[in-house]
């Protein structure tokens, strides 16, 4: 039988996912050059339909990476020369933070209680940082910074902001004109099998890496942002990419959009107030994020001392959840609510919760 | 009409792809954890079929990236602290060089004619040199280092020896007692989609690794080498991989395996001579790769003034060739021999080759 997967991404396919891959696979995707106009094509297809459903400016870059992970590597290696500031309040953006003393940048780091999320205050960075990291939605606690907030920051700073949407898209609408590095990968919001990230790039995020570039730095290899770029104006990738992978996102974005987004938005809130209405209302569960602000309403974490037995009930009933992540694995449950959860699903799961009997 | 792929990479998907594909969409593969159980039983399989299917020794970990591209660059990251040497004979065994250029190496290179390949004499490199680079098979212009000469190189030097396998392997059968990286992407002998590359790393190179580590050099982040030995103990991956690949690789790894090794070999063989065969009746053709002892049995690279024609004659009936690579693109034909090209296939396209009138 096959399961429901409610889990923070891998998630459950998109439901159009599956016809997409047998029709890939008669239009023999897997077996095209990278350097063919069939990819170019293909190629162009993904990029504007990205273009439309995010409302990406014509003068950002769209790229294509193998992870969310590898990104948070190329924006240091290719757009901070010396310095970084990184908002932390989970497992994720601490790994961002990570990432930069791995390159041996001045990185500095402004630790936040992970159930409040981040308050912006330019005394608390330093005047030289060159790039400002924050995680709108992060997967490891379903914070989410709300958009007033996240936005008000490019009024606060000169340096580029990069802005962690991994668990939010599609359903976070981001204002370009506040950010210059957005990126995710594909196997939350959208539903597709993991294996691609895409880093979206404005023309400020651009001049920083010219500059470390012209310094005589090493700005890495293939994945250097100059070649990412050159490739990119020509619709390819430096490597032979997850073709397939590029295929499906394109394909799946057109299915959002003729779904249209004001529906998927809306889906996606009223998803969300059932999941946190039936946590409310259960006597074994309580939201981790108390301010309603912060609660993520794409990845919904809740405390419960029964995680464990919780995961279990639902998994007899054919449901996968997420436990907590790292320490707090046996004290949490993580539940996806993204485009591939149907209204129907969700509150199938919800009954559940409310059912409970531990 | 379904196209027959005999272009170098991608190329046809081996004859088994599409039903693991659907098989691993009923297992709902792509809905997975990588952090799951299911994972890492995935990831166990697929890495004890590889080991089988290449003998590879205990000692060596097998670890999997996005790509070969990526691998020059984790190499060089990761286990040379200041000098390299590369012969170059052809388009990727330059790129591997540029790459240890794009990291601020000392990098050596040892330029040798394509049509001839490299000869390895210990006076040519330097001294202190950490690790000496190869191309088993220039998938650019076919040429093939001999596995004697090969593997002789490890009774000349002490240094690290690397060898791009991309377009040898499965026919290609290494002796690891000679190499301390073996790297190779799944688009071309093993016949999948792209998107994996597969670093297979011997214990010398590992101890360069903890060296260069311990000395307070930059590794890179989340590919380091170290982290990747960590998680792959664990049978895991540091980031989301690309699990459908990961899957995919040891289906089609098993399916080698029970077909027998020696008849792939035997046949990659007997198509190869037929091709060549063909090449030396042709009044339009010429083998690129003169000596026969460098001309590959997988890449089968032929000079022609009639490139294009014969692309699209073959093209007319259903079978899509390579083009020459950069500046051969219109002097050049390439054609890939992998394990996913039957006899009868490469008998056709060879009948086809002898019937042309151009």
Redesign the interface.
């Known amino acids: 039988m096959?399961?429901l997967?409610f889990?923070p991404?891998?998630?459950?396919?998109y439901f159009t996912?599956?016809q997409h891959?047998?029709n890939a696979?008669?239009e023999?995707?897997?077996?095209?050059?990278?350097r063919s106009n069939t990819f170019t094509q293909l190629y162009s297809h993904t990029e504007s339909m990205l273009r439309q459903l995010l409302h990406i400016p014509d003068d950002f870059h769209v790229l294509f990476l193998?992870?969310?992970?590898?990104i948070?590597?190329r924006i240091?290696q290719n757009c901070v020369m010396h310095e970084s500031t990184h908002y932390t309040y989970g497992a994720f953006s601490e790994r961002f933070y990570?990432?930069a003393l791995?390159?041996?940048k001045k990185a500095q780091k402004l630790v936040y209680q992970e159930q409040e999320g981040p308050q912006f205050n330019p005394v608390d960075w330093s005047k030289k940082t060159e790039l400002i990291a924050l995680t709108q939605n992060e997967t490891s606690t379903g914070l989410s910074v709300p958009d007033i907030e996240l936005h008000a920051l490019r009024d606060l700073t000169t340096a580029q902001i990069a802005v962690d949407a991994v668990s939010g898209l599609p359903y976070y609408q981001a204002d370009f004109t506040s950010i210059d590095h957005l990126y995710f990968?594909v196997?939350k919001g959208f539903g597709?099998?993991?294996?691609?990230g895409v880093w979206i790039v404005s023309p400020k995020a651009v001049a920083a890496y010219r500059q470390i570039k012209e310094s005589g730095h090493?700005?890495?290899?293939?994945?250097?942002l100059g070649e990412l770029i050159e490739k990119a104006e020509k619709k390819q990738t430096?490597?032979?990419?997850?073709?397939?992978?590029i295929y499906l996102l394109g394909k799946v974005a057109e299915d959002m959009l003729n779904k249209g987004m004001k529906q998927i938005l809306n889906e996606t809130i009223y998803k969300s107030t059932v999941l946190y209405e039936a946590i409310k209302q259960s006597p074994y569960l309580k939201p981790y994020i108390e301010a309603e602000k912060n609660q993520s309403k794409t990845v919904i974490v809740t405390e419960t001392p029964y995680a464990t037995e919780i995961i279990q009930v639902l998994k007899a009933k054919g449901m996968?959840i997420?436990s907590g992540y790292g320490k707090n694995k046996n004290s949490h449950i993580r539940i996806a609510n993204f485009p591939a959860h149907s209204k129907e699903q969700i509150e199938l799961l919800a009954d559940y919760l409310l059912d409970l009997r531990l």
Do not use: C, M, R
């Open positions: 096959k399961q997967f889990t991404g891998p998630s459950a396919l996912v599956e891959i047998k696979l008669n023999q995707i897997g077996a095209i050059s990278h193998s992870s969310a992970t590898e948070w590597e240091i990570q990432t791995d390159y041996h990968s196997q597709l099998p993991a294996g691609l090493s700005t890495g290899s293939y994945h250097d430096p490597e032979t990419p997850n073709v397939f992978s996968v997420g």
